[in-house]
């Protein structure tokens, strides 16, 4: 792992910059009626999880151009989600795809405890065809017309309920690619049908202490139609499935223009906001890094969960789904953890009762200003702090580096091919 | 009104050529198993709703540029729609607008009686102010911070049920265009809350055999956000007023890319589908003619509801809702009337029998193929069939223009000048 | 005007903080190698132009709902823009719009001079008919099929180029709504030839030291063509007109999803970028006030201008494009210029040199983070100090709050009446 | 390949009926003063490449679900594509992607004479490392900041010239992957500058008699920025490198909304039209099958192209580009050609006399209504008329299920493996 020396060295020659940075902000914020430490205190409680599949290189259908020192399985995964929340103090659960994942559960609670997390939702895979598979998933899933086809998707829903129970995870996420690619190849209700009696059948063999998390997305990988492919059909399945049924928000399964924030606001007024997939998106469902294309959307998704925190019930369950392409998948999950984190920070900053002042008002204008006034606030002493307090570096990608991590991984993990993609 | 010697004179000189066209589709009809004159019965049973602002030339917030003739009140509106109904014989009812359209419900009976035409839905209006009114809803309307206000708009509501219910009416349209301009401006959470406690009023007002309509729409005029922004709004809408409360589906309010044949399959299977207001759209809600941008789309949402149609307790209101910027609107809603009629008698021509063996056995490929055939079937002669058999023109347009309705009408109502639009 | 007195006692109250804050943020750049100086000199040189028409509340299709103490004509329009300039120091050219603003020149230049203001771009109005006008616009302007409509167009166009010469005005402004509702209406091909025809008789009309302007809108007012409707096809009439025709960036004219930086980019290489229309939007052309709803894009399209500015011939003609519909104009211009400007100094704060050599070496992660590092950095300070010795106001939009404008305006300027917007 | 009786007694069976829509279809169409015989000639002279890739099922990055009898390398998809041809006598050539069609050139020619085929535009592919490559494309090929990874893209391309020299094919066609994930990763213009620079030394390696032609697409693989990411761009690269360079348009390649016949009509007018990529799409570039999602949208592209055939100079490369994830790949194409095929005989079918009329009197109305009922004029009869006069199936789809070509195919061709796509 992470020699916790040099993360201390490393702290140590940015130590003073921090505390004239944290000073200064500090005065600035009393000003404005902020105690910064009692938002430094409540940034320290933020966490987010990491996906275990995150910590290799992604790719397109056109090609994957792997990294340097990819992990071969799931070991390597949890040491490099390790890294990750030792330099961040951010990420203590790691959240884990079967079968990608399989492994004795033992060996995976003795990894995790190893390498200090925890396990976050599981997430079961029914888009993909396993070589021992009885029934493909070409033609769908939970949804298939055939009934063998769906008992086999429901069966490994099961299964990754049973193991997640071995390892102390209380949740199961099901995100199907079930759809189709041309009008009329299916029928759009009886699909529905069909995936709700599977998921049926899954939710009936859910813990009582578990959730279920139902996950929209418009589009990819059918291109003509998707079985939940908004909001409203996974509000509809969280509905009629019980309680223990909450609905996932991923940032980029929208349509273009979509006001996501609006989505939020809904489904926790619904008593069915289960949490959130973080990644961001210009196009499709790009997967991209955390706030780096639209932080200030990213800001009023959080302003949003900050406003509300307070509903009775809520329960969020938080997690990075991301792609990373062209970068080494540590140092995104490092960043992209951290400004969903300063995000989350910004709107705890928004002056909410001047906001509500403006907004009986209908002063437009400066309900407006209130909440940039907040997004433009630079917190990165906060979170520097409240990573320096936890042990974690200051600058966790500079430590990461100086650390040689990934030099190191590359010798003792084998070199990877790059892939063709799916479109040859 | 439209001479009937005139329609008569019109269709007998293309009965001929009718009569053959409808006997060699009929020829190639059967040999798909399908009888020509089952199709034409149920093409003729077909109807859909006129909206009486729809016979005035609309505008952008840019211009207004209006035409020769233009209605001076829902008299004139009326006189319009009547001669629709009588060129089409698929438009026996008209939607109004309140206050556009107010007048002694007495009169409005007795002119209706004298054109053919009953009445739709009503059609409240909160999204302008009156030169009378109190309070302003420039900050919203049953949404609005202020409870006057919001109890105003209530208020409004409640006296369009009363209006329709004196005319015939059985159902209430509620649109608002209540949203925020700017991240903050509003609560969304609250904003909400206010307008179901609003609408909880207006829903308190609905006589027993009455319905209320929904309608979504992700934006305009509001440009960040909308109070019932997507059809996951409107089906909690829908749900939260009870069993008389159900959703209408405008084509043109969707975000881009969305697969709106989904929500009417999601609607339907809800219980919540009320109805359509039909138009086509390119970019944002464009309101153009039924049938032009995208008659595909049209086809297909037809399809759903044809697949769908014996679903227990469905009950469909139909209307157009259009804007006529660049063509006589008695010419616009004359033909959208016969492209949605169009659509719906080739859906009705999908082989489905066949459609479900190919679904069941994933070929793809025939299924969709089975529903372009129906798509690209002609169905014109037996459109037109349908109209001759009713007493209406097999060429309505043709018809109109020989009628010489336009230039009468332009001699009887004042010239109105040319508007400048909202963004002077 | 606004007293100078008053401004001086706001400034004064915030005096001692804006110099602490002022300190602090020098002390966090100096340790990035960035002279807070420089900086302050370099945003004090920044402007942009303010658009006549933007004082006055705008509207939709659906309603205008006026504010108070608007603007009467031109001469009010000048007094509001005197104000913000007074108030910013960041806005010292108005463009006008003709037939709008249209008056003796030498009024113009008398009232301009009184309130401080110089003249920017003209702007030319072919997309309403006026009350005189011998033809319509109804089937568009420059590029109509009728050569009589087209001539009155063009002579508008000189028109225009004819009081801009006589106020100091160098550039017109040629956006026209001329396209099509309905695919087939109109030949795309032979629309955009007499589109360029007509704009070449314009251009024949420029003085030599004067440019035209070519601005692409995707749609609206016309929603199934636009002559112009995206960069390429302006690009290709800045071309052919030659040298002093030159391409303007709207953007919110866009289709969704498009990366307008890139615009920016390729029409500065085509030595074609001849300035911007500044404001935001989130789902069409919704002109929200700049930097409201996706701040970092319009840091990412002053990358590409800071980046690329020093490029030979490169000279922008920048000015605010917006339509105030729920806030006080001049409020909505005062706070938009502000985030011009402060992505502008964020902008000019990237660190370019690091920037380049992570960019060399294929450093996806840390060039990202170098981006973000300048855009998260709070240029407040150096905003404010660069008001405060231009003699403008720290705190604007608070100065102008307590200098009563508004209601000094609203009893000399009379109320006027809701407006119905171009639907009814 | 296909038994020729087979085909023959196929069409025997359906020859009468065929014989008899036929006629009903001619008079119809004489009654509109349109000669069925002149028309049926016409679509037989119609062909559109097929491309070679195309012969493989298709995958997204979650999963490639193979069929059946898949193609093992070029001379199996030569094979497969003699087949598509035999069937529609309407894809007459073939386009090859190197490397993955890398074959010994004697042995492709001998091969496309066996199956009746000629070659099309070479395909170049940068956007994948083969398993021997000295640089990756990781970070991009023609446009890398890396002079020696540039120059081996550049190489990559003569040599697909110089492949393509050896076997009768005349174009190029280069597409690339290369663009950027993250704002701030590249330089938009230097990327671009080098871009050029290597396209420079592609076009340099030119034939005389060969065309380069240039693909741009909004997104994917990359996903926040690409070097050529629309036809503005395009234009620019075309103009630049001189008269041989071209712009190819594939239908899925635009952001949402886009006019795309408006995008060709821009382009002819250039003189820049090369050609098309075709295929069909409801979000991005899904890679459907052409006119399965939006037919009328084709119909509009062909309209356009039928209007400016006449352009001096127009000469135009048609090829299908399309990705079978759930369709046997040889029955896509086969529908795919013919859906194309029959957008051209509609868009032959508008009465452009007619339309001029329309269009200059401003009848919108009447001119989209012209436009509509050339749509939906069932030209079936036509079609099926013209491969049966040139030897080929009247139903070719049924025609090769009856052949038993797949189950024959996967007796020879080994069985793949499932792919796991570019997610993992």
Redesign the interface.
């Known amino acids: 792992m992470i020699d916790k020396h040099l993360i201390e060295a490393q702290n140590a020659s940015r130590h003073a ?1 921090l505390e ?2 944290y000073d ?1 902000l500090g ?2 914020l009393a ?1 404005r009626g902020v105690d910064i430490e009692a938002l430094t205190t409540r940034a320290a409680g933020f966490d987010v999880a990491v996906p275990s ?1 995150g910590t ?1 290189t ?8 792997p990294g340097k020192g990819e992990p071969r399985g799931i070991m390597d995964k949890l040491d490099d989600c390790g890294v990750i929340h030792a330099l961040t103090a951010a990420t203590p659960r790691v959240s884990l795809h079967i079968p ?1 994942d399989k492994e004795d559960p033992a060996l995976l609670r003795e990894k995790a405890e190893e390498v200090g997390l925890g396990f976050d939702a599981m997430n079961s895979n029914t ?3 396993q ?1 021992d598979q009885a029934h ?4 769908g899933s939970l949804s298939h ?1 055939d009934a063998a086809t769906r008992r086999q998707a429901v069966e490994h829903n099961l299964e990754c309920i049973e193991i997640g129970q071995q390892i102390g995870s209380t949740a199961l996420s099901v995100w199907i ?1 079930d759809g ?10 009886r699909q ?2 069909r995936y709700m009696e599977a998921m049926g059948q899954v939710y009936a063999g859910l813990p009582d202490d578990w959730r279920l998390f139902s996950e929209h997305k ?4 059918a ?4 079985v939940v ?5 996974s ?2 399945t969280a509905q009629e499935l019980g309680p223990k049924a909450q609905c996932l928000v991923d940032l980029g399964h ?6 996501i ?3 939020v ?2 489904l ?3 008593g069915k906001l289960g949490g959130f997939h973080f990644n961001d ?4 469902d ?4 955390s ?7 990213l800001f ?1 998704v959080w ?2 969960l900050v ?2 925190e307070d509903m009775p019930g809520l329960n969020l369950s938080h997690m990075i789904d991301q ?1 990373h ?4 998948p540590i ?2 999950l490092i ?1 992209s953890a951290i400004e969903i984190q300063r995000a989350f920070v910004q709107a705890s900053l928004v002056d909410r009762v001047a ?2 002042g ?3 008002e ?1 002063d ?9 006034a907040a ?4 917190v ?1 002493p906060i979170l520097q702090m409240g990573r320096l307090r936890k042990g974690a570096a200051i600058d966790p ?1 500079a430590a990461y580096r100086s650390s040689g991590w990934r030099a190191g991984a590359a010798k003792t993990r084998p070199a990877v ?8």
């Open positions: 910059d004239a940075d200064a005065t600035r000003r599949w290799g992604g790719g397109t259908r056109f090609a994957r151009f990608w888009f993909q065809d070589p493909s998933y070409k033609f017309t690619g189709s690619n041309f009008p009329g190849q299916t029928s759009l209700s529905f049908d418009i589009y990819e990988p291109f003509y139609s998707t492919q908004d909001w409203g059909t509000l509809i929208h349509a273009p223009n979509v006001n924030e609006m989505i606001s809904r926790i007024r619904a998106s210009k196009y499709g790009d997967d991209l890094d706030g780096t294309i639209d932080p200030f959307r009023l302003n949003e406003e509300l792609s392409n062209v970068t080494d140092e995104s960043v906001l509500e403006y907004r009986t209908n437009a204008l400066m309900a407006a200003a209130t909440l940039r997004f433009r606030t630079d990165d990608v091919a790059a892939g063709g993609g799916g479109i040859v």
